[in-house]
Structures are given as C-alpha cells and as structure tokens.
Antibody
C-alpha cells in the first residue's frame, strides 16, 4: 500500500524559499506520477505541477513557472517541492499526491487516491 | 488552460435527500474527470475517477456521470457525514490538471 509522508510545518519570511519533502513507501517513486497541490486558508485546491514517469518530464502550472522546482531523490524515494520568492499569498497547506502508477509497461490512471498529510507553510514578516 | 466551473457554490439540503452537484468544463475533457470530498483539516478523498468509476471503499450512494463538458456528482441519500466540500478535477491534458472551485454541501 502506497503511503506519502510529508515534512513538518514551516514558517518563512517574505522573499525566502521553502523546500517540502514527500517520502514514498510501498512503491517506487520513479513508477509514480507525483503532483503537488496547495490550499490557502479557506480556499480551494490549486494544482502546482506534476511528473510524468513515462517520459521523465515535470510540468508546472503557468502561475508557478520560474518560481517552483519539483525534484525527486530516487535513492530515498523522496519527492521535493521548492518554492522561491515567497510572499504572504503563498501561505497554504501544501500536499503531495499521486494519480497514476506504472504496472509492467502500462501507466494506470486512477485519480488522486493517495495524498500526503499536508505541510503548512506560513509566510510572515 | 481548461477551466472547471462548479455549481452551485453552496447547496443546502437535509439528510436523506438527494444531492446533485454540477461541474462544467470550458472545453471537452472527454471522460477524464474526477470528484473529491474534503472535510476540514483533512486531505481530499477521491470519490469518483474517469467520470463514473467509484474509487475503492466509496459507498454506492455516490455516483458520477457525464462526458465532454458537463458532469454530475449525485449522492442518492445524504448521510450526516456527507455535508462538506466537493471538488471536481480534470486530466484531459495530463500531467497538467485543474480543479474546480468547489461546492459546499450544507445542512438545511
């Protein structure tokens, strides 16, 4: 059974960077499609970017292009999301979630059925 | 970017009633639409994927329908625990995805 465990809450000052981790257990990270979704207090879900394990490409939402970097450490099955130039509007819960996995040579899509527990990032001076 | 518009923003019903939530896409997403339930302080929970497939462990009172641009999540008989927020999400140009803005289901 796939589980995602995220790093703990962060408090950052405007202009700083934050790096959130997401440790995968029960599957191999390179065979998962890992995405990052955030949710500001009282607001809806906002997709930030995701990874295609078939071609190894990461796609970012246009809103975050140039400010976010999503990486993977395959030796530890840990995914990372780094967001730079933080502003108060970036205060949110950040989730990692997976919506597809490789079985044999086939990419199976089954929705975002596995989520991390969320990481609260607070940006405040 | 494909925009998903959910309606209504808030739906007021009583336990035992039938709930119908709508999600409209700005262009066709085929059947690549999912529905999620989110309770306060929790991560979203997948209910339906690919428009009409119930996720593992989801009660039969939840069902999804639609294709192209118009989709519906139906809860046949509301239980007290169903009163919370619901989101739709499309993956027609995966891995790029978008979410709807959400529908709040409240007790009348």
């Amino acid at each position: 059974q796939v589980q995602l465990v995220q790093s703990g809450a962060e408090v950052k000052k405007p202009g700083a960077s934050v790096k959130v981790s997401c440790k995968v257990s029960g599957y191999t990270l390179t065979e998962l499609s890992m995405h990052w979704v955030r949710q500001a207090p009282g607001k809806g879900l906002e997709w930030m970017g995701g990874f295609d394990p078939e071609d190894g490409e990461t796609i970012y939402a246009q809103k975050f292009q140039g400010r976010v970097t999503m990486t993977e450490d395959t030796s530890t099955d840990t995914a990372y999301m780094e967001l730079n130039s933080l502003r108060s509007e970036d205060t949110a819960v950040y989730y990692c979630a997976t919506d597809a996995f490789i079985v044999g040579a086939t990419l199976i899509h089954d929705g975002f059925d596995i989520w991390g527990q969320g990481t609260m990032v607070t940006v405040s001076s | 970017e494909i925009v998903l518009t959910q309606s209504p923003a808030t739906l007021s019903l009583s336990p035992g009633e039938r709930a119908t939530l709508s999600c409209r896409a700005s262009q066709s997403v085929s059947s690549y639409l999912a529905w999620y339930q989110q309770k306060p302080g929790q991560a979203p929970r997948l209910l339906i994927y690919d428009a009409s497939n119930r996720a593992t462990g989801i009660p039969a009172r939840f069902s999804g329908s639609g294709s192209g641009t118009d989709f519906t999540l139906t809860i046949s008989s509301l239980e007290p625990e169903d009163f919370t927020v619901y989101y739709c999400q499309q993956r027609s140009n995966w891995p790029s995805i978008t979410f709807g803005q959400g529908t709040r289901l409240e007790i009348k």
